[in-house]
């Protein structure tokens, strides 16, 4: 199994990233998440998790 690589050049990383943040704090309010600090907590899971595949592929 190959990772795809991460879009080169610093804003599309930055954009994977904080998009990760977004998304995983948004799905987490969706799944009926208690307050938005326990949303943004999975967000912040989910940003980690990318921060770690661009540095890993880019």
Same mark, same amino acid.
């Given at each position: 199994? =190959? @990772? !795809? &690589? +991460? !879009? /080169?050049?610093? !804003?599309?990383?930055?954009?994977? #990233?904080?998009? &990760?943040? #977004? #998304?995983? $704090?948004? #799905?987490?309010? @969706? +799944?009926?998440?208690?307050?938005?600090? $326990?949303?943004? =907590?999975?967000?912040?899971? +989910?940003?980690?998790? /990318?921060?770690?595949?661009?540095?890993? =592929?880019?």
């Amino acid at each position: 199994m =190959t @990772v !795809p &690589a +991460a !879009p /080169s050049g610093w !804003p599309a990383q930055l954009a994977i #990233v904080l998009g &990760a943040f #977004v #998304v995983g $704090t948004l #799905v987490a309010e @969706v +799944a009926g998440a208690a307050n938005l600090g $326990t949303a943004m =907590t999975v967000g912040q899971i +989910a940003f980690a998790i /990318s921060v770690v595949w661009v540095l890993l =592929t880019g």
